[in-house]
């Protein structure tokens, strides 16, 4: 069975953009706009969630988005979205 990610990005929470104790950076949901669509129900999750997405992006001299979406390509579930790049 194949899955299509929706989001892998969370709508922009696994950004690095949402710090514990910092505001976001322009532009950002939560910021520049209402963010009414974003709904976090334990924001310490998310900020312990994006402290270790930090620490392997580090690790391998990348972005936390670029993490992601690299664990996406990997995953042989993963079937729909990358279809034009032959898998």
Known sequence: M????WSPLSMGLLTGKYRRGQEPESPARMK???GVEVRVGDWEKLYS???VLEAVAGRRGATIP???LAWLLVGPE???WL???GR
Do not use: A, K, N, R
């Open 66 to 68: 670029q993490v992601i």
């Open 32 to 34: 520049d706009g209402p």
């Open 49 to 51: 969630v994006v402290d």
């Open 78 to 80: 993963c079937t729909t």
């Open 2 to 5: 194949g899955s299509q990610p």
């Open 83 to 85: 279809w034009p790049l």
